[in-house]
């Protein structure tokens, strides 16, 4: 006999009653979802009677549904433009403060019963009025509002059938279909940090393309266009930041050289490459100074940020928030561009030729800070280009300038080219 008790089952005398509390929780669901189907089409009836009359001249918005920041900004930047603009959130943000969403119809602490009879029907009350609210719906292909009940399945189709517009757009684990990635590194860096993503493959795959046949608009965006069976517009990235809060920091000319890097995710940011690579510079007498940032706030991180000269961001993937912000504070920026198609797609067909970031990746990472040092003197002048770039292509007047389009061609059936709304030819064309 083993010396250590199973833990992977109760006992047997406790089976019945879980068994019970199992079988209770599922006709509670089944009555949950009657009564959510009444109220979901009462709100579907609601919104039909709201169509008569003149629409208004700008859609109204919702953002969701995972409490991720990228949302609000986008949120706030197209309500600068006049829109109407929300968030919803479906988990109980961990990373930010919950007042910065809108909406948080699942709750997490208190009774279980109470939470589970609870969140369904808040969220059922909240999408049978998002129907009227609403007009333009902006999801990520792990789900809607409806994610967490019964009724999930039935979003996305009553959406479209009530004519409401549907935008769809990656941001990691919620449309990543590993054995889809060609890049075999790309794959392993992945597998480092989120193995179980491997074993959910299918799933993710079928929630992906069932997303992608209702949307109406898909966005497609650096590393995620490997998984995605189309895409309707080809940003580097969609999501902005306000490019107003950020007072450039210029790097410094002399003295220790600062590198900083947010090491959260150290396996598909390369943060081990980045620690040998400094080691290896010191050992030839460089004087480096490296800030590895980790499990802080925001606000700490930005601070630290702003102390850089030089920020590292990931040296396996393109660019993420973090070298956003660090663009803004006019640093020089490091990030995983290797001439491979997965980006020569995006420099052909979108902005990414004009990005002064310099193109590192694990193999190279070394001599490229090693160039960058010998070349003390133009800092100033790539930070300036830093700047510039993030003003143009990641700013809220930028996200503007994307999800407008998309509405014209959405809401105000003009027929615009999305595919080729930042092919540089186009754009050259457009400009003359």
Request: hydrophobic share 45%.
């Amino acid at each position: 006999m083993s010396a250590f008790p199973r833990t992977d089952r109760p006992p047997a005398r406790r089976r019945p009653e879980l068994a019970l509390r199992a079988a209770a929780r599922a006709v509670l669901g089944a009555l949950l979802a009657l009564i959510g189907t009444v109220m979901i089409l009462a709100g579907a009836v609601a919104a039909l009677v709201g169509r008569v009359g003149p629409r208004p001249a700008k859609p109204r918005l919702l953002w969701g549904t995972q409490p991720i920041v990228s949302l609000v900004n986008i949120s706030r930047a197209l309500a600068q433009g006049g829109y109407p603009s929300e968030t919803v959130t479906v988990t109980p943000p961990s990373l930010y403060a919950r007042e910065l969403f809108d909406h948080h119809p699942y709750q997490r602490s208190g009774n279980a019963g109470l939470i589970f009879l609870g969140n369904h029907l808040r969220a059922y009350r909240f999408f049978m009025a998002a129907l009227s609210r609403y007009d333009v719906f902006h999801y990520f292909f792990d789900g809607g509002i409806l994610t967490w009940t019964p009724l999930a399945r039935v979003e996305l189709p009553l959406l479209r059938a009530l004519g409401k517009r549907l935008v769809v757009m990656p941001y990691g684990s919620d449309s990543f279909v590993f054995d889809e990635i060609a890049n075999p590194l790309w794959r392993q860096a992945l597998m480092i940090e989120y193995a179980q993503l491997g074993n959910d493959a299918e799933r993710i795959q079928r929630r992906v393309r069932r997303a992608t046949r209702h949307a109406d608009v898909v966005v497609g965006s650096v590393v995620h266009v490997s998984c995605l069976p189309r895409w309707d517009v080809l940003p580097v990235t969609a999501y902005p930041i306000d490019t107003d809060a950020f007072e450039p920091v210029p790097p410094s000319l002399e003295g220790p050289v600062r590198i900083v890097h947010s090491a959260n995710h150290r396996g598909a940011k390369g943060t081990d490459f980045l620690v040998a690579a400094v080691e290896e510079l010191r050992a030839e007498g460089f004087d480096l100074e490296l800030d590895l940032i980790e499990r802080v706030p925001n606000s700490e991180a930005l601070a630290r940020m702003a102390r850089a000269d030089v920020y590292v961001d990931q040296l396996v993937f393109g660019y993420a928030m973090a070298a956003l912000e660090a663009m803004a504070l006019g640093k020089v920026v490091i990030s995983g561009f290797e001439d491979t198609p997965d980006y020569t797609l995006f420099r052909r067909y979108s902005y990414l030729g004009e990005c002064p970031i310099a193109p590192a990746s694990p193999d190279t990472i070394t001599e490229v800070l090693r160039e960058l040092i010998a070349d003390r003197a133009r800092w100033h002048e790539l930070g300036r280009a830093s700047r510039a770039y993030v003003e143009r292509r990641h700013s809220y007047a930028a996200a503007r300038e994307l999800y407008g389009s998309i509405y014209r061609r959405v809401w105000d059936g003009e027929d615009v080219d999305l595919i080729n709304l930042y092919h540089p030819l186009h754009e050259r064309a457009r400009l003359h």
